[in-house]
């Protein structure tokens, strides 16, 4: 089952077919050749107009290049092959040396919360790609994910005082169970109120669900 912030790899052939359903895309700059130098594509939520059954996936151009956010779809027989997550340790010899510190204190949080944290945004482009997507306005984003079970005070909590102090800014989302995601900083600046409602990322598009139907315990800053 994919899940929004999946890579892909695709085929040739594939990545082909899909050019010639949106020949306005095969003309940009990198378009053409993306799949057969082997640099993958990220599953996106779903949008009026995609197929479906078949693969909704996205990737943005570099800032260079005019950092456009495409969006496209695979037919369901495509070939697509789902990759591993990118982790934030193994992306971190990609991040600028002003970065490292954080990045330290980031792995560390991931490890006494128990969470492995993996990369999306302008960090994982530039990893997976080596083309520079980087820029002295970017942020880190990172993908937290969480059980049902666990308190994820503790972790907004401390995401919130490391971004307060950091070069850099922090942003990123807490994937739940079933795939939905929601942004750490609304959750964050939201009330304690099991009541509350939050805006909720699915592959289907956007929802509010309240705080109740998210977490087990109340998430609060102390």
């Keep these: 089952m994919l899940h929004r912030h999946d890579l892909l790899r695709v085929e040739p052939g594939a990545w082909d077919a899909m050019l010639r359903c949106n020949p306005h895309l095969a003309d940009l700059p990198l378009v053409a050749d993306w799949a057969r130098l082997n640099r993958p594509v990220i599953v996106r939520r779903r949008m009026a107009g995609d197929y479906a059954d ?26 697509v092959t789902v990759l591993p997550p ?5 992306a971190a010899s990609t991040a600028p040396s002003a970065w490292h510190p954080i990045v330290a204190a980031l792995l560390n949080v991931g490890k006494a919360e128990g969470i492995t944290p993996r990369v999306f945004g302008s960090l994982l482009w530039q990893h997976v790609t080596g083309l520079s997507y980087l820029t002295q306005r970017s942020d880190i984003d990172l993908l937290w ?21 950091a070069s850099v800014r922090l942003d990123g989302e807490l994937e739940l169970p079933d795939g939905a995601a929601v ?11 099991l009541r509350d409602e939050l805006l909720v990322k699915t592959m289907d598009g956007v929802e509010i669900r309240t705080r109740a139907a998210l977490f087990r315990t109340p998430v609060s800053l102390s």
């Design 54 to 79: 078949g693969v909704p996936a996205a990737l943005p151009l570099p800032p260079d290049y005019g950092k456009r956010r495409l969006a496209f779809s695979f037919a369901s027989g495509a070939v």
């Design 86 to 90: 990118v982790l934030l340790r193994d």
């Design 145 to 165: 994910s969480i059980s049902e079970e666990r308190s994820v005070a503790s972790l907004v909590e401390r995401l919130f005082r490391l971004d307060a102090d």
């Design 183 to 193: 942004n750490w900083r609304e959750l964050a600046r939201s009330g304690a109120n």
